[in-house]
C-alpha cells in the first residue's frame, strides 16, 4: 500500500524567486500552509523557507528565494539566489512580479531566463494595477513571454489554484515553453561567441557555459575570479584582452534586457494617459519650457514678494508697534530704579534685539507658507529645472548648478549638494560660489528693510536684488567654466513630480519646521549676539558714543561712508556674519526698542539712509560673507582653513564692490541722494 | 533595436545640462517606470551618481537636516567619470578611431 502512493506520488522543487515585497511571502504561505521549514541557508545567516504543497499526488517541494532585484553578485541574497538555481536546478521556478511595477520586475525574470530553469510569472496585485488604471493582458504578456503567466491576488488568495496548476503542467512537459530570451546587442554577438569558445573547456559543471560568458561581459566579479582560476594563463590572457576592448559590453547586456521588457511591456500593458499625468503634461508645456518657463519663474517670485508685503510687512508694523515698544516701556517701567546696564541690556538687547527680529514672524510666515505651497504643488521642482537649464543655455556647460538649486533656502545644503560634482578642483569652486544662491534669512532681512525705502516699488526691487545676486551667479558660473572647466559638460537628470493639488498639513508642518528652526535661532544665537551688541554699546561710559562698539564702528566708517552707510550700517552688516538676521537685531539694539516715536525703527531708517545708501546695503547683505553655519560647512566640505578664508574674502571683497558701485552709480544717476 | 536602451540614453546625455525624467523618457519611447529601472542601473553601476539620495551618516549631524527632509523630495541623476568616459569611448569606436 504505502509502495503503490509512493509510486504514484511525484516529488518536483519549485523555486519561488522575486523582487522584495512584491507578496512572495504570501505565495508562500499560501502554497505551504501549516507545513513550513524555516532554517539558514548553508553557512549564511540569511534565512531560508522550505514547505511542502501537495497536488494531485505531486509533491511539491517549495524554496523561497530570497528577495532579490536581478542575479549579479552585488548582495549575498543575489549569489545565493542565483547559486540556488545553477546547482539544485529546480524543476520550476516561479518568478513573482508586482504588476503595478512590472517594468522594475521583468528585469529579474529577464535574468532568469539566461538559467536552464523553467520559468512561471506570477503576476500578483493584479487588482492594484487595475485600480490605479493599467490595464495588462495576461494573455498576451504570456504570448509575448513565451511562457506561462498567472494573475494573482495572493492576499484573497486569488489564482492559487491556477499557479499550482500551471507548475504542474510546465514540471510534466504537458505545456509548450519557448520563452523569448532578451538577446545581447547585435554588435556584441560575435564577442558573446568568441568568449564562450575561449572558456568552453573551463567552465566548471552546473555552470551553464553561454551565462557565465554573459556573466563576463557584464563584468561578474565572482565569476571572472572563478574562470581567471579555471583558465591556462595565456588563454586567461585572451579573455582578459577581449574583456578588456569591451568594457562597454556591460551596456549591451543590460541594455538588451532593458529593450527585451519595453517590448514586453508595450505589447501586454495598456496605460490610460489620463487626469494627473496628461494635466501635468499640459502644466509643463508652460511651468518648463525654456522661455515661458523663466518668465512663469520671474512671474512666481514677483508674487511671492507682492503677497509677503501685501500682508506680511503691515503685520510685522503692528507687532513693532504694540509688542516691541510696549515691552521696552514696561521693561522700564520695571526696572525703574534699576542700574543703567541693565535698563539698558533688557531694554535693547532683550527686547530691541531679539523681540525685533521676532516681529519677522509674519513676513516669515507668508514666505514659507507660499514656498511650502509652491513645493507641495511641484512647482519647486521645475524652478530648479528651468533656472538649471537656462544658466546651461547661458554658457555654463560645466559642472551645473542644479545641486545648489536643489538646496535653494539655505546655503549649508548648497554647499554639501557640491559632493556630487566630480573632481577637486571643480567641486571646490562650487562650494565657494554655493553662498551666492538666496537663502531664506537674506530673504527675509530684504523681506523687512525694502517696503521701508521702496515703498510701492518694493517688489519690483526685491525681485530685482534677487535677480542680481543670480546675475551675478551666472557671470562667476561662465568666468570659472572658462577657466577652469574649459566646456566639460555636464549631464543632469531630474524627476520633475506629477503636479497635486498641496496639501494642508503637509504646507503647515513646513511652515513650522522652518518657523520653528527661526525662533531657535532668535533664542539662542540672535540672542547671544544681541546681549554682546547691548553691552558693547553701553561700555565702558554707558554712552553710545564712547562706547566700544562705537570705537569699532568708527573703524569701519571710511569704508561705510564710500557707500554712504553710518558706522551702525556697518556694524549691522559685520554682525550679519553670525545669523543674517542678526543685521536687524543690531541695528534693533543700537537704536533703541522705543526710539523712533511712531514709526519705530522702520521710521529712523528711513530718515537716516537715502535709497541709493539703502540700496547698496541692501545689495552688500546680499552678496556678503555667508552666516557662521555655512562658513563653517565650507570648511568640513573643503577640509581647509585657507580656502575657506580666500572664499570668505573672495565675497568680501565682492560685496563691499558690489554696493560701492550700486551706491555711486546711483547718485550718478541723480537717484534718490 | 536592440542597442540601445542603455547607450542610447547615455548618448542623449552628451548634450549636457538638465534633461526631465519625462521628457527623456518620450524621446526614448519608454515608460518613465522602466527608465527610472535604467538610471537606477546606470547609478549601480557607476555610470550616473543619484543627488539628494541623502548623505547616509551626514544628516544625523546637520543643522540644516530639517529643511531638507521636509516637502517633496525631487530625485536626480547626474553623470560620472565613469559616464562621460563611456560617452566619450563611443565616440571615438563610432568615429572608427581605435580605442586604447
Redesign the interface.
Known amino acids: 500500500m504505502v509502495e503503490r502512493v509512493s509510486q504514484a506520488q511525484r516529488t518536483i522543487t519549485v523555486a519561488l524567486a522575486g523582487q522584495p515585497n512584491v507578496g512572495k511571502s504570501t505565495v508562500f504561505n499560501l502554497l505551504t500552509g501549516l507545513s513550513q521549514h524555516v532554517g539558514n541557508w548553508p553557512g549564511k545567516t540569511v534565512e531560508r523557507k522550505t514547505g511542502i504543497h501537495q497536488h494531485n499526488g505531486t509533491i511539491m517541494r517549495i524554496v523561497d528565494l530570497p528577495g532579490t532585484y536581478s542575479l549579479t553578485a552585488n548582495s549575498l541574497e543575489e549569489r545565493i539566489a542565483r547559486d540556488y538555481i545553477i546547482k539544485e536546478r529546480p524543476d520550476v521556478v516561479v518568478a513573482v512580479a508586482d504588476a503595478t511595477a512590472l517594468e522594475r520586475n521583468l528585469y529579474l525574470v529577464a535574468e532568469l531566463l539566461s538559467l536552464p530553469v523553467p520559468v512561471i510569472v506570477a503576476l500578483n496585485m493584479i487588482d492594484v494595477a487595475e485600480q490605479q488604471g493599467l490595464h495588462i493582458e495576461p494573455h498576451v504578456l504570456e504570448a509575448a513571454l513565451g511562457l506561462p503567466v498567472v494573475p494573482m491576488v495572493a492576499t484573497k488568495g486569488r489564482g492559487l489554484t491556477e499557479l499550482v496548476e500551471a507548475i504542474a503542467r510546465l514540471a510534466q512537459g504537458e505545456v509548450a515553453y519557448a520563452p523569448s530570451r532578451p538577446r545581447i546587442r547585435e554588435d556584441h554577438r560575435a564577442v558573446l561567441e568568441e568568449l564562450e569558445r575561449l572558456i568552453a573547456d573551463a567552465v566548471p559543471e552546473p555552470y551553464p557555459n553561454d551565462w557565465v560568458a554573459l556573466k563576463l561581459l557584464e563584468g561578474d566579479e565572482e565569476l571572472t575570479r572563478m574562470i581567471r582560476e579555471q583558465l591556462a594563463p595565456e588563454r586567461w590572457e585572451e579573455v582578459h584582452s577581449i574583456l578588456r576592448r569591451h568594457e562597454d559590453a556591460v551596456l549591451a547586456v543590460a541594455g538588451g534586457r532593458y529593450e527585451w521588457i519595453g517590448r514586453m511591456v508595450r505589447a501586454a500593458v495598456t496605460r490610460p494617459r489620463a487626469g494627473q499625468i496628461s494635466l501635468t503634461e499640459r502644466l509643463d508645456r508652460v511651468a518648463a519650457h525654456p522661455v515661458w518657463g523663466l518668465g512663469l519663474l520671474l512671474g512666481v517670485l514677483g508674487l511671492v514678494f507682492f503677497l509677503t508685503y501685501a500682508i506680511g510687512s503691515p503685520l510685522q508694523g503692528l507687532l513693532e508697534a504694540h509688542l516691541v515698544r510696549a515691552g521696552a516701556d514696561w521693561a522700564a517701567r520695571l526696572l525703574a530704579g534699576a542700574p543703567a546696564w541693565l535698563v539698558g541690556l533688557v531694554a535693547n538687547g532683550l527686547i530691541g534685539g531679539v523681540g525685533r527680529v521676532l516681529t519677522f514672524l509674519p513676513i516669515l510666515l507668508v514666505f514659507f507658507a507660499a514656498f511650502g505651497f509652491l513645493e507641495d504643488l511641484g512647482y519647486m521642482a521645475r524652478a530648479a529645472y528651468v533656472m538649471d537649464r537656462f544658466m546651461h543655455r547661458m554658457g555654463l556647460h560645466g559642472k551645473s548648478f542644479l545641486p545648489l538649486f536643489l538646496g535653494f533656502g539655505c546655503n549649508v545644503p548648497a554647499v554639501m549638494g557640491a559632493r556630487v560634482v566630480e573632481g577637486e578642483r571643480a567641486r571646490l569652486l562650487t562650494i565657494l560660489v554655493a553662498p551666492l544662491v538666496p537663502c531664506t534669512a537674506r530673504m527675509a532681512v530684504l523681506a523687512f528693510l525694502v517696503p521701508i525705502f521702496f515703498g510701492r516699488a518694493s517688489t519690483l526691487v526685491s525681485w530685482g536684488l534677487v535677480a542680481f545676486n543670480l546675475l551675478i551667479l551666472v557671470l562667476l558660473g561662465i568666468g570659472l567654466n572658462k577657466l577652469v572647466f574649459r566646456g566639460e559638460r555636464a549631464a543632469f537628470i531630474m524627476e520633475l513630480p506629477l503636479y497635486h493639488i498641496p496639501n494642508l498639513r503637509t504646507i503647515g508642518l513646513f511652515v513650522w519646521r522652518r518657523t520653528a528652526a527661526f525662533i531657535r535661532r532668535a533664542g539662542t544665537i540672535i540672542l547671544a549676539v544681541s546681549v554682546l551688541i547691548a553691552a558693547l554699546a553701553a561700555l565702558p561710559s554707558g554712552e553710545l558714543g564712547s562706547s566700544y562698539l562705537a570705537a569699532i564702528g568708527r573703524f569701519l566708517a571710511p569704508l561705510g561712508a564710500l557707500m554712504g552707510l553710518g558706522w551702525e550700517m556697518m556694524v549691522a552688516l559685520l554682525t550679519s556674519f553670525v545669523a543674517k538676521e542678526t543685521a536687524i537685531a543690531t541695528l534693533g539694539v543700537l537704536y533703541g526698542a522705543g526710539a523712533g516715536g511712531e514709526a519705530g525703527l522702520a521710521g529712523i531708517l528711513g530718515s537716516l539712509l537715502a535709497p541709493s545708501a539703502a540700496l547698496a546695503f541692501l545689495v552688500v547683505e546680499m552678496l556678503f560673507i555667508p552666516c557662521a553655519a555655512t562658513v563653517a560647512t565650507i570648511r568640513q566640505e573643503t577640509g581647509s582653513w585657507r580656502w575657506t578664508l580666500l572664499d570668505v574674502a573672495l565675497l568680501l571683497v565682492l560685496s563691499l564692490a558690489m554696493g560701492l558701485l550700486v551706491y555711486q552709480g546711483a547718485r550718478l544717476l541723480g537717484w534718490g541722494t | 533595436?536592440?542597442?540601445?536602451?542603455?547607450?542610447r540614453l547615455?548618448e542623449s546625455?552628451?548634450?549636457?545640462?538638465?534633461?526631465?525624467?519625462?521628457?527623456?523618457a518620450r524621446e526614448l519611447?519608454?515608460?518613465e517606470?522602466?527608465l527610472?529601472?535604467?538610471?537606477e542601473?546606470l547609478a549601480?553601476?557607476g555610470y550616473?551618481?543619484q543627488?539628494?539620495n541623502g548623505?547616509p551618516g551626514?544628516c544625523a549631524r546637520?543643522?540644516?537636516a530639517?529643511?531638507?527632509s521636509?516637502?517633496?523630495p525631487?530625485?536626480?541623476?547626474?553623470?560620472?567619470?565613469k559616464?562621460?568616459g563611456?560617452i566619450a569611448?563611443?565616440t571615438c569606436w563610432k568615429a572608427g578611431r581605435i580605442?586604447t
Open positions: 533595436m536592440g542597442d540601445l536602451m542603455l547607450g547615455l546625455l552628451r548634450r549636457g545640462g538638465t534633461e526631465s525624467l519625462s521628457g527623456l519611447g519608454v515608460s517606470a522602466l527610472e529601472r535604467m538610471l542601473d549601480r553601476r550616473l551618481t543627488l539628494n548623505c551626514q546637520c543643522a540644516a530639517s529643511l531638507c521636509s516637502g517633496r525631487t530625485r536626480a541623476w547626474a553623470l560620472t567619470g559616464g562621460s563611456m569611448g563611443r580605442v
